[in-house]
């Protein structure tokens, strides 16, 4: 782990809180948490696993949304970036450790 994965993990986490403060757009949240893991040297397979879990639900419920017309509530969107928000909280400290 390098002190470079640490700072995209605090980048991933400030995005979150910047989504839910409606100062950013899911779009650019979604984009933004993908591009930051796949710069990371993050090689820990559960991690990776239970982060493209999250994620997925993301992006599926946005382009679900943008292709569908079928709307997601906001609060389900809500609901999961704060499950992605609780996750990234969570392992942060062990990829710091590691």
């Given at each position: 782990?390098?002190?470079?994965?640490?700072?995209?993990w605090?980048?991933?986490?400030?995005a979150?809180?910047d989504?839910?403060?409606?100062?950013?757009?899911?779009?650019?949240?979604?984009?933004?948490?993908?591009?930051s893991l796949?710069?990371?040297?993050?090689?820990?397979?559960?991690?990776?696993?239970?982060?493209y879990?999250?994620?997925?639900?993301?992006?599926?419920?946005?382009?679900?949304?943008?292709?569908?017309?079928?709307?997601?509530?906001?609060?389900?969107?809500?609901?999961?970036?704060k499950?992605?928000?609780?996750?990234l909280?969570q392992?942060r400290?062990r990829?710091?450790?590691?």
């Amino acid at each position: 782990m390098t002190q470079h994965d640490v700072q995209l993990w605090d980048r991933m986490i400030q995005a979150t809180d910047d989504y839910l403060a409606g100062h950013l757009d899911l779009a650019t949240l979604i984009a933004m948490l993908e591009g930051s893991l796949t710069a990371s040297e993050i090689e820990d397979r559960d991690i990776r696993e239970r982060f493209y879990d999250l994620w997925g639900w993301l992006e599926t419920a946005h382009a679900a949304c943008l292709e569908l017309a079928a709307p997601i509530s906001d609060s389900d969107m809500v609901n999961a970036v704060k499950r992605m928000r609780n996750f990234l909280l969570q392992y942060r400290d062990r990829i710091a450790r590691t």
